[in-house]
């Protein structure tokens, strides 16, 4: 089974306006952490936004907010105000449990585009 | 904030040769590493852990003979990959955590490598 699923392949919206990117994940590990990261074409791999298992609140970073729904295994992305330079591929990942050498394993994104 | 650098960012070689990318943390001592594979428009796939002074731990399906790696000090890591072909023509990316930190992950700016 997959542990991380994003089933938007792609997502367009338009400039200033938010957008959602869903993504689920599966796991039986009560500790985990959830990441959002974004990905230009230039291929760099940018952290976004972090959300622990243990978080009683959703995380928020800027204009980026993860809409964090425990019970439903969800952890959407939200951008607020989307700007032309949001255009990119977005990735959901998640690490299970503690310790250093635990890797990330990520969906397999969404591209988005921001229209003017 | 902690960077992670990759040598070289794009490499073009011949079939048949072999072809060394690095990862180094600059500013943090790293553990562990993470080498991921990204071929065009699909998402991270993780090939080995890199464990410092110890042999790497390689994803079920990666030849370990063909994707050597290196973890001789705490900031640097080697992906070596050996009688490179054609179908090994992809992004190459590095990870590392900062185990000083609570979560973050970095990622390396990627090795884009085309087999001829």
């Known amino acids: 089974a997959q542990k991380i699923t994003q089933t938007q392949p792609g997502m367009f919206v338009q400039e200033k306006e938010a957008v959602t990117l869903d993504c689920t994940y599966d796991t039986s590990d009560p500790s985990y952490g959830l990441f959002w990261y974004k990905q230009p074409s230039s291929g760099e791999m940018i952290f976004l936004i972090y959300?622990?298992?243990?978080?009683?609140q959703n995380a928020t970073e800027g204009r980026y907010s993860l809409n964090f729904q425990k019970a439903r295994k969800s952890a959407n992305l939200v951008i607020s105000a989307s700007q032309l330079g949001d255009s990119a591929m977005y990735f959901c990942?998640?690490?299970?449990?503690?310790?250093?050498?635990?890797?990330?394993?990520f969906g397999s994104g969404t591209q988005l585009t921001v229209l003017p | 904030g902690a960077v992670v650098s990759q040598h070289p960012s794009w490499v073009i070689c011949k079939s048949g040769t072999s072809v060394k990318i690095e990862c180094r943390s600059l500013d943090f001592q790293a553990t562990t590493m993470f080498w991921y594979r990204q071929f065009p428009k699909q998402s991270l796939m993780l090939m080995a852990t890199s464990n410092e002074g110890s042999k790497a731990t390689y994803e079920q399906g990666v030849e370990k003979d063909k994707f050597l790696i290196n973890h001789a000090s705490l900031t640097l890591s080697t992906l070596t990959v050996t009688s490179a072909h054609p179908e090994d023509s992809s992004f190459y990316i590095c990870?590392?955590?900062?185990?000083?930190?609570?979560?973050?992950?970095?990622f390396g700016p990627g090795t884009r490598l085309t087999v001829t």
């Open positions: 959300q622990g298992s243990y978080d009683q």
């Open positions: 990870s590392a955590r900062d185990p000083g930190l609570a979560y973050e992950q970095y």
């Open positions: 990942a998640m690490r299970e449990g503690r310790g250093s050498a635990r890797q990330l394993t």
